[in-house]
């Protein structure tokens, strides 16, 4: 299997090579013999043949990746050792984390992600194969290469081999693991099922912002600075983002449930890692918008495509590299560390070089006629979420940069990216909420007024019910905060003074007020014109918007989802209640954590069928009234192979709060050690997340529109947010 294994990635790379080299060669041919009759040379001909060998060798790497993921799979599920990265990565829970280990470690997951890449490609191939036009030709050529980079490292470096043989040695003659290796085998945290779901999700996202940047080259390298290249690339982008974003809301969920700190977002360098490209890419897919309304932004979006891919480089950088310290890391790589640096500079470079050639066909009217319009909102919309993604990525990686440059050598605290963050956040999201509402060129007052008086009065409406709930459950936890005093309180006055900490959080409150009511309405009202316009029921004009204006009500149901993740992030990253308690092991104690009594009921241990032992403490929640409102069961799992603990938060979810249980084991005394903490509005992330999940879900299966000329005339009726 090894051998195999290595053979046919070697050809895989050989394949991508040569498909490259076929595709630039087709295109040097085709460009040469312009304006020759076929029938004078012939040599057309030989320019179209290889193209075509160009597309079938794409298409036969993708098939080759294939062959070497089934034999790594095929050595996961029948214990196949004689690969050690098998048995490093070996899982006894399931067929599902079987699976996993093709991703779970640093090599498998190179091979993922190249395999992705051929599978991104060859669609691409297949969709042009009868056109074969140029721009097509080109950004087939550039994902060959891309891939031919990531094959390459798999070849040429013995640490991303993910096919190595394994030490015979650790091998008996049954083929079993022996001495060191039989404690080897998956990370017990990573066995939970959105970690093993969020790691292929970024991949999908990752390989599919390879095909705008090939596209943004071809369109350089063919000198087209139509919006043909756009055209190609909007679809698959907001798939790629729409997989981003699953893949960040999964390690949210994983790291709430399963690393028992009662959070989801740490600001470790590997969590910003995935969100760089995820940034980059909202400033992408509204470039896309501009591009293809207006015309405008045509050097931005080129360059907008090369930062988000190599964006997606640096978080591969970051997270294999070993450059920066990290619990999700892979261990650090020399070998990684250059070529995906390496890598970075190219692609921003090959961007740079290429303007630089091309800088007059680009051209285009960017020009600002007035900050109140949507020109303006589009145009701080991306210089916001780029210089936010910069920012996010140098200060990710300021803990090994030189002590004289700012930052350099820090390793910077939680609460100094949230002071970053949050006020940043709030101001983007000011921006999007009144972005619909503005018009192309220049807003007129009275226009203005017009649309979003209605709204705003049911924003203040929306902002009342939020501002209890302000008053009533967050604020309080504030001050008790600060009353009980502790390293908590220490964050908060670090944080800033009250009257800034909180009026953040009663403007972000607002801001998401009005995101959703704007939205809300504008979705509404063009239902309403539509029906009254066209003699349709307002349901069935509802549904047709639906079905031809997908991209529009995409854009909607994220904007909403946005503002309901606003409104989560606010109560449940900055107003969480903490207790920490020790409790002997006798049923009936009870003791109180925020606005909650928990009566401890007893333990329960069990031996899990892969021969770990799970203990679970069981505690009936109370609500002030001493009316029961559930049970909770935080336990601890003890993995059998490697005595390695994890623990197994209890939750027990109400539609404002979370109450969050972690068991610590036993304390020094004896006793029982549990944290509670109490999140208020987390549920309103994960509802958000969906929302923001579902709107690109639309957007990206929705039917083309095959037509040139049917695009241009929905491009000038629709709107989007």
């Known amino acids: 299997m090894p051998l195999a294994g290595m053979i046919i990635q070697t050809v895989a790379l050989v394949a991508a090579v040569l498909s490259a080299a076929c595709l630039w060669i087709g295109h040097v041919l085709g460009k040469?013999?312009?304006?020759?009759?076929?029938?004078?040379?012939?040599?057309?001909?030989?320019?179209?043949?290889?193209?075509?060998?160009?597309?079938?060798?794409?298409?036969?790497?993708?098939?080759?990746?294939?062959?070497?993921?089934?034999?790594?799979?095929?050595?996961?599920?029948?214990?196949?050792?004689?690969?050690?990265?098998?048995?490093?990565?070996?899982?006894?829970?399931?067929?599902?984390?079987?699976?996993?280990?093709?991703?779970?470690?640093?090599?498998?997951?190179?091979?993922?992600?190249a395999w992705l890449v051929s599978l991104f490609t060859t669609w691409l191939a297949y969709k042009r194969m009868e056109i074969t036009d140029d721009i097509s030709n080109m950004a087939i050529m550039v994902s060959q290469l891309v891939l031919a980079f990531f094959v390459g490292i798999l070849v040429f470096s013995s640490t991303n081999n993910p096919f190595l043989p394994i030490d015979s040695s650790f091998l008996d003659e049954a083929g079993n693991l022996v001495g060191p290796a039989s404690a080897w085998g998956m990370n017990a945290l990573l066995e939970h099922w959105a970690m093993a779901i969020h790691p292929p999700t970024l991949f999908i996202g990752y390989a599919g912002l390879t095909i705008p940047f090939a596209f943004a080259i071809a369109a350089l390298i063919t000198n087209d600075s139509s919006k043909s290249w756009v055209e190609h690339s909007t679809r698959v982008t907001v798939f790629s983002w729409l997989f981003l974003g699953i893949g960040i809301g999964l390690g949210a969920i994983w790291a709430y449930v399963v690393l028992g700190w009662g959070g989801y977002w740490g600001w470790d360098p590997v969590e910003n890692a995935s969100f760089l490209p995820w940034l980059v890419g909202v400033a992408l897919l509204h470039t896309f918008t501009v591009y293809r309304r207006r015309g405008a932004f045509k050097r931005w979006a080129v360059m907008c495509a090369c930062i988000?891919?190599?964006?997606?480089?640096?978080?591969?950088?970051?997270?294999?590299?070993?450059?920066?310290?990290?619990?999700?890391?892979?261990?650090?790589?020399p070998v990684s560390l250059t070529l995906?640096?390496?890598?970075?500079?190219?692609?921003?470079?090959?961007?740079?070089?290429?303007?630089?050639?091309?800088?007059?066909?680009?051209?285009?009217?960017?020009?600002?006629?007035?900050?109140?319009?949507?020109?303006?909102?589009?145009?701080?919309?991306?210089?916001?979420?780029?210089?936010?993604?910069?920012?996010?990525?140098?200060?990710?990686?300021?803990?090994?940069?030189?002590?004289?440059?700012?930052?350099?050598?820090?390793?910077?605290?939680?609460?100094?990216?949230?002071?970053?963050?949050?006020?940043?956040?709030?101001?983007?999201?000011?921006?999007?909420?009144?972005?619909?509402?503005?018009s192309w060129g220049k807003t007129q007052g009275r226009d203005f007024w017009r649309k979003i008086r209605v709204p705003a009065i049911f924003a203040l409406l929306m902002f009342?019910?939020?501002?209890?709930?302000?008053?009533?459950?967050?604020?309080?936890?504030?001050?008790?905060?600060?009353?009980?005093?502790?390293?908590?309180?220490?964050?908060?006055?670090?944080?800033?003074?009250?009257?800034?900490?909180?009026?953040?959080?009663?403007?972000?409150?607002?801001?998401?007020?009005?995101?959703?009511?704007?939205?809300?309405?504008?979705?509404?009202?063009?239902?309403?014109?539509?029906?009254?316009?066209?003699?349709?029921?307002?349901?069935?004009?509802?549904?047709?918007?639906?079905?031809?204006?997908?991209?529009?009500?995409?854009?909607?149901?994220?904007h909403l989802g946005i503002a309901v993740i606003l409104v989560g992030l606010i109560g449940s990253s900055m107003y969480v209640s903490e207790t920490a308690v020790s409790i002997d092991d006798t049923p009936g104690q009870r003791f109180a954590a925020e606005r909650y009594t928990l009566e401890y009921i007893g333990l329960?241990?069990?031996?899990?069928?892969?021969?770990?032992?799970?203990?679970?403490?069981?505690?009936?929640?109370?609500?002030?009234?001493?009316?029961?409102?559930?049970?909770?069961?935080?336990?601890?799992?003890?993995?059998?192979?490697?005595?390695?603990?994890?623990?197994?938060?209890?939750?027990?979810?109400?539609?404002?709060r979370d109450v969050f249980m972690v068991f610590n084991g036993v304390?020094?005394?004896?006793?029982?050690?549990?944290?509670?903490?109490?999140?208020?509005?987390?549920?309103?992330?994960?509802?958000?997340?969906?929302?923001?999940?579902?709107?690109?879900?639309?957007?990206?299966?929705?039917?083309?529109?095959y037509s040139s000329t049917l695009r241009t005339v929905a491009a000038t009726k629709n709107s989007e947010p």
């Not at 098939?63 to 990265?85: H, K, P, R, W």
């Not at 997606?312 to 790589?333: Q, W």
């Not at 009234?625 to 336990?635: C, E, I």
């Open 464 to 558: 009342a019910g939020l501002l209890w709930v302000f008053f009533n459950d967050l604020f309080p936890i504030y001050q008790a905060t600060l009353t009980n005093g502790g390293m908590k309180a220490d964050d908060l006055i670090a944080a800033g003074p009250s009257g800034y900490y909180n009026g953040l959080a009663i403007v972000g409150l607002f801001v998401a007020s009005l995101i959703f009511c704007n939205t809300l309405f504008l979705f509404i009202r063009g239902a309403s014109e539509r029906s009254r316009n066209r003699g349709e029921g307002f349901f069935k004009a509802l549904f047709n918007i639906f079905r031809k204006a997908p991209i529009q009500v995409g854009g909607y149901l994220s």
């Open 667 to 705: 304390d020094t005394e004896g006793k029982l050690s549990v944290d509670v903490k109490v999140n208020p509005l987390i549920s309103w992330v994960w509802v958000g997340f969906g929302l923001l999940c579902v709107g690109p879900l639309i957007a990206s299966i929705a039917k083309r529109r």
């Open 32 to 113: 040469r013999l312009a304006g020759v009759a076929v029938e004078a040379s012939g040599a057309t001909t030989k320019a179209e043949r290889f193209t075509n060998v160009g597309y079938l060798l794409s298409m036969g790497s993708a098939l080759l990746l294939t062959a070497c993921v089934a034999i790594m799979l095929t050595a996961f599920f029948t214990d196949n050792y004689s690969i050690e990265y098998v048995a490093r990565y070996r899982s006894d829970s399931g067929w599902f984390f079987k699976l996993a280990g093709l991703w779970g470690g640093r090599q498998g997951s190179l091979l993922f992600w």
């Open 340 to 438: 995906f640096l390496v890598m970075i500079i190219v692609s921003l470079l090959v961007g740079v070089v290429g303007l630089i050639i091309r800088w007059k066909s680009f051209e285009s009217d960017d020009e600002i006629s007035s900050l109140a319009s949507k020109d303006a909102a589009y145009y701080f919309n991306n210089a916001i979420m780029v210089i936010a993604a910069i920012l996010l990525a140098y200060l990710t990686i300021s803990s090994a940069l030189p002590e004289w440059l700012w930052f350099g050598g820090q390793k910077l605290s939680a609460g100094a990216y949230n002071a970053i963050a949050r006020p940043l956040g709030i101001l983007y999201c000011l921006l999007l909420a009144v972005c619909p509402l503005l």
């Open 604 to 656: 329960e241990s069990q031996e899990l069928a892969n021969g770990n032992d799970k203990i679970d403490l069981l505690f009936n929640v109370y609500s002030r009234d001493d009316r029961y409102l559930g049970t909770v069961a935080p336990g601890m799992e003890i993995v059998e192979r490697t005595q390695q603990q994890k623990m197994l938060a209890g939750v027990l979810s109400f539609p404002l």
């Open 308 to 333: 988000s891919f190599s964006f997606v480089i640096l978080g591969t950088f970051i997270t294999r590299s070993g450059i920066v310290e990290s619990v999700h890391a892979f261990e650090g790589d």
